[in-house]
Each structure stands twice: as C-alpha cells, then as structure tokens.
C-alpha cells in the first residue's frame, strides 16, 4: 500500500483478524502516517463457515438416508390356555 500523504510505500505493522475480518494496518516510514484496509473475511471464518456448512449437509444427508422404522404395535403377553380358562373362574368368586 502506497502512502495516501507522499506516496511512499508504507511498511504493514499489524495484521489483525480475530473479528473474522482480514484488517491490516501500514505506517509509512517517511512522513509518519499510519492507514488501514480492510481485504474482507479472514480466510480462517471462510474455511469455519465452509465447515458447518460441510457438516450441515451431511447431517441433513443422513437423516434422509437413514430408514425409518415402522412403529412396533404393543404386545399382550402370552397367555396360556389354562391362565384364560382359570380367569373366568376366578371372576365369579
């Protein structure tokens, strides 16, 4: 980056992107003054948004592969035929 007062190329004295954006900040060694750019998203929120994306789709993915099974019906327990016969015997007393 040239300097925006005499021209001179200015020296990068910060590279900043914690925020997510790439923000540099130059000073120029002949004059003093100090300038920044913004050069947009850092390259390391790009690859993170890239990632969830990635995994966003695959889980998607996998619900729509994955078979549903169809819902068991409740069972009865078994029951013997001397348990049904003894049951109406057991009601009238």
Known sequence: M???KCGEPMRMTDKNSFS???IREYKCDRC???DWEDNGEALWQILHNDREE???AQALEAT???PVAPPVPEQ???ISMWNRIMRVFRRCR
């Open 2 to 4: 040239d300097c925006a």
């Open 20 to 22: 997510g954006r790439d």
């Open 32 to 34: 003093g003054h100090e």
């Open 54 to 56: 990635f995994e966003a």
């Open 64 to 66: 729509a592969e994955a």
């Open 76 to 78: 009865k327990p078994v």
